[in-house]
């Protein structure tokens, strides 16, 4: 077992005077036992902790870093945009690069404006939807997580999931009253008191859980038939899954997207955008108030411009043709050891592994065997209970692999995982699973 004393001893210090002693609950073990790694610094794939294990690092900011820690040209241009002063409250030319960069690789997204976090951008999205139909009603997806605004707090995935709170305290009826929550993968039924179908087009925060052929184009329809708008959530698969995100990844193009993690390059940044006819009803040319004193802050598009002027159609391409190869080997010798084991779920049948990717994103259950892919939430719920996760992440860890701490998270290979880097994933891998279906 690596030495955890410093971690142990920040935590307990954080305990006393942060709540739960993160500032995001997803970052607590709360699901998986234990308590967290502090980080000191990070380099490319690895992260150092408190007690200056080295830990090879799949969390990646919850993909919020896509070129690994600390890239030297991400570091420069922060550090030259902070020199000259780091926030004015006038417009800067850092934010019409970006906005321009985003425009530019994203078809049919034609303006966008600049927030400080994903949940901005979904919030102030919904809001323009909203102004722009005169309309109230929106429809999410079970498992499909759009940040922490009280509307959006419903039925949603990654950190609300993991801790059973499908809605959270502290939100009233009304604020969700007008909200939808259906089920992922099956297509609405839609009328026309509906202003807006928000959805994440390739699920990440329920497991990884991409869309049947078919959905993403059947949400399309079923919008245009009501004239309400279609929402795509990338604020993780926007400049993840390809240079065009998830939009150009499916061919379905929406009305509105909605970015954040990639495009801040680390630091706080969220966008949102779409058609320059429905973003017209935004102050201050429209009725839609939405605003941010830090929106557009200099550090961050700096560090966001970086990251998206360094990627190209070649790295997308070669990181995930990686992680393509990786995955399905570690889906093979998961489901083998759980077959040695002879592992059984609750109701007494074999469990497999299944490890879906989509370009560098990739997940992990722990199905029935013969069980096709998990295709909705109800799916991932049956997948966390067997608890089989939190023991294969609790053995990763002991050997210096960092999954995501829940079994509704993605991982998130940034450029910096070489072969060498999934080389070394697959043979702890293959010890942790021994060693996690022996406990
Ligand atoms: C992370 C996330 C959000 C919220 O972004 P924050 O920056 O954490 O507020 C919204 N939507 C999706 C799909 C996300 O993964």
Request: net charge negative; charged share 15%.
């Amino acid at each position: 077992m690596p030495d955890r004393t410093r971690s142990e001893a920040l935590f307990e210090r954080a305990c006393a005077v942060i709540p739960g002693g993160v500032n995001s609950p997803v970052r607590s073990f709360r699901s998986v036992g234990g308590h967290p790694y502090f980080v000191t610094h990070g380099e490319g794939a690895y992260v150092w902790d408190a007690d200056g294990n080295r830990l090879l690092d799949f969390v990646q900011s919850y993909g919020a870093s896509i070129l690994g820690h600390a890239h030297p040209s991400v570091v420069r241009a922060v550090a030259e945009a902070a020199g000259r002063g780091t926030t004015f409250g006038a417009p800067t030319e850092g934010e019409v690069l970006l906005a321009e960069a985003i425009c530019a690789r994203v078809e049919g997204c034609q303006q966008v404006r600049l927030v400080s976090s994903g949940t901005e951008a979904t919030m102030s999205a919904i809001r323009v939807a909203r102004g722009y139909t005169g309309r109230s009603r929106i429809v999410k997806f079970a498992g499909c997580y759009h940040g922490h605004s009280d509307g959006l707090l419903a039925g949603g995935g990654s950190g609300v999931a993991t801790l059973g709170l499908p809605d959270s305290a502290g939100v009233p009826a009304g604020a969700v009253a007008e909200t939808v929550v259906a089920p992922y993968n099956l297509i609405p039924e839609l009328d026309d008191q509906v202003a807006c179908v928000i959805v994440e087009a390739v699920a990440a925060n329920m497991g990884l859980v991409p869309p049947d052929a078919g959905f993403l184009e059947g949400l399309r329809s079923a919008c245009d038939a009501v004239g309400a708008l279609l929402i795509f959530d990338e604020v993780i698969t926007g400049f993840r899954l390809s240079e065009g995100g998830a939009s150009a990844w499916s061919g379905v193009r929406p009305d509105l997207w909605c970015f954040g993690k990639v495009i801040g390059g680390g630091l706080p940044v969220g966008a949102f955008g779409g058609r320059s006819d429905v973003l017209a009803v935004l102050a201050p040319g429209g009725p839609v108030y939405q605003a941010g004193t830090l929106s557009g802050n200099p550090l961050a598009t700096a560090a966001g411009l970086t990251v998206l002027e360094t990627l190209d159609t070649a790295s997308y391409a070669a990181l995930s043709g990686r992680v393509a190869g990786f995955a399905g080997q570690l889906q093979s010798l998961l489901t083998a050891a759980l077959g040695k084991a002879e592992q059984v779920d609750g109701a007494g049948r074999p469990v497999e592994a299944r490890v879906p990717v989509v370009g560098p994103l990739f997940g992990l259950f722990f199905v029935p065997a013969g069980s096709g892919q998990v295709r909705d939430y109800d799916g991932a719920e049956a997948s966390a209970t067997t608890g089989l996760y939190s023991r294969f992440f609790r053995a990763m860890l002991d050997r210096g692999v960092a999954l995501a701490p829940g079994p509704y998270e993605v991982a998130f290979p940034s450029m910096a995982h070489g072969d060498a880097e999934l080389a070394d994933t697959l043979d702890v891998a293959s010890e942790a699973i021994v060693d996690a279906l022996a406990h």
